[in-house]
């Protein structure tokens, strides 16, 4: 086969032409997580709150799912980067039957965990009816985000990005059509409320899944997949966890924190709780376009980390931190200057506005520091340390924001307990540059 476009193409041109398309559909993705809540706010403030307390499980179900897909993503970008194509299609393999375990987990939370999660949290019962009729539905149908995730990281690993650009639009474009007519019963439909929001997204979901794996089949002639006789591999999961779980378990403590923070907040009123879930909606429009540039970046490195070009692997990771950064200081930018705006996107009452506004202000202060960390945690995640983000996510979420956030709160003042997000970032950028040093002496300098 000839040499794929990641070892040749000039390194500037590379990274765009492989993260621009996952950029433009997560910033449909975030788009459409925005609308989900604008909607939701227009039933009530209970509503928004009930769907903002649904974070720390669906951020789980995207962390098993996007976890999984990473360390596959990365395993495969190294494979063919070694030209072992035996290896590739296994892989591929082994990845659709860990699809089928993740779904299968969170049938089961579905079925049977969704109310004691709502009421560890609240004993307000509208925000729990309303948090159990969104939740049991997108972890029953969840079959689609995990179908989407795996196929669309399949096609990023060989450099067709923009396949995930058709397949993450079209799902979001989907959702956000079908969320006001759901919610609010347009053209006969029946008016499903919260509901709604939820059969919305999973139909956008189910409907990417289904486009991902079409266009893996079709056009990714890089991966055979033949499930005929197939059995699992435990060396090769063990492989996909060894990078996988590492992110797996750096997403998935943001389910923690969140859980720890709505816990805290709602000690103060379910208003600042209703505030944390927009800030949260808001901030993946800043956030999910880095964390794409950041999904096209990790093959690049991982290709050329097989292949053994130092430079490529040196000269992408610099342009990465350059380009992340700047998305981050645009975000910045917004979040100090029309916060208010902002916030009247999800009907937001006076007493939400001043509780809201400083919020933003002070949490965005951290966003510099944290793109500089998402830029070295995709070099981390490609080059077989991804334990490296795991140890600074743990640290700044658990070991430093959750307490912090903590002893803030017992000020009586929600407003200092927004400081923890810049303390727990300026910890966690210390601790990324330490890692750096390391893995500079220990792997990249003697690539090649």
């Excluded at 309303?130 to 096609?155: A, H, N, P, W």
């Excluded at 189910?206 to 499930?227: D, R, T, W």
């Excluded at 927009?278 to 292949?307: C, D, E, H, T």
């Excluded at 793109?371 to 070991?399: E, N, T």
């Amino acid at each position: 086969m000839k040499e794929n476009k990641m070892g040749t193409m000039p390194i500037d041109k590379l990274i765009v032409s492989m993260s621009l398309p996952i950029m433009i559909s997560m910033l449909v993705q975030a788009l459409y997580n925005i609308v989900d809540s604008i909607f939701v706010a227009k039933i009530s403030e209970d509503a928004l709150t009930a769907v903002s307390m649904a974070f720390p499980i669906q951020n789980l179900m995207i962390a098993v799912g996007a976890g999984t897909a990473v360390g596959v993503n990365a395993l495969l970008a190294r494979s063919l980067g070694e030209k072992d194509f035996d290896r590739v299609n296994r892989i591929a393999e082994n990845a659709v039957f860990l699809v089928v375990l993740s779904y299968a987990a969170f049938l089961l939370i579905g079925l049977f965990l969704v109310e004691p999660f709502y009421r560890s949290q609240t004993d307000i019962e509208s925000i729990i009816t309303y948090g159990k009729d969104y939740m049991v539905v997108v972890c029953c149908f969840s079959f689609g985000i995990f179908t989407q995730l795996m196929f669309e990281r399949m096609l990023q690993a060989t450099g067709k990005t923009v396949y995930t650009m058709f397949t993450q639009g079209v799902g979001a474009i989907i959702n956000i059509i079908l969320d006001p007519i759901f919610i609010f019963g347009l053209f006969g439909m029946p008016k499903l409320g919260v509901t709604g929001a939820a059969v919305a997204t999973v139909i956008g979901q189910i409907v990417a899944g289904i486009m991902a794996a079409a266009i893996n089949q079709l056009k990714n002639h890089e991966v055979n997949i033949n499930m005929l006789g197939f059995r699992p591999s435990g060396s090769i999961i063990g492989m996909i966890y060894g990078i996988g779980v590492p992110s797996i378990v750096m997403q998935a403590i943001g389910s923690i924190m969140n859980y720890g923070m709505n816990v805290i907040l709602i000690s103060f009123s379910s208003t600042a709780t209703a505030v944390f879930g927009v800030y949260f909606k808001l901030q993946s429009f800043v956030f999910m376009p880095a964390f794409g540039f950041n999904n096209g970046v990790i093959p690049v490195i991982a290709y050329n980390y097989g292949a053994g070009s130092r430079d490529r692997v040196v000269k992408t990771m610099k342009h990465s931190v350059v380009y992340i950064m700047g998305l981050l200081l645009v975000g910045l930018v917004v979040f100090q200057t029309i916060p208010e705006p902002l916030l009247r996107l999800f009907e937001a009452s006076d007493n939400m506005i001043a509780l809201g506004v400083p919020a933003l202000r002070i949490i965005s202060l951290s966003f510099i520091f944290a793109g500089f960390c998402i830029a070295c945690g995709s070099a981390f995640q490609a080059l077989g340390k991804a334990v490296y983000s795991m140890i600074v996510s743990v640290a700044r979420q658990l070991i430093v924001l959750l307490p912090v956030a903590y002893m803030l709160a017992q000020l009586g003042n929600v407003n200092y307990v927004w400081w923890a997000f810049p303390i727990a970032e300026l910890m966690s950028l210390a601790m990324t540059v330490l890692f750096l040093i390391i893995l500079n002496k220990k792997v990249i300098s003697k690539i090649g």
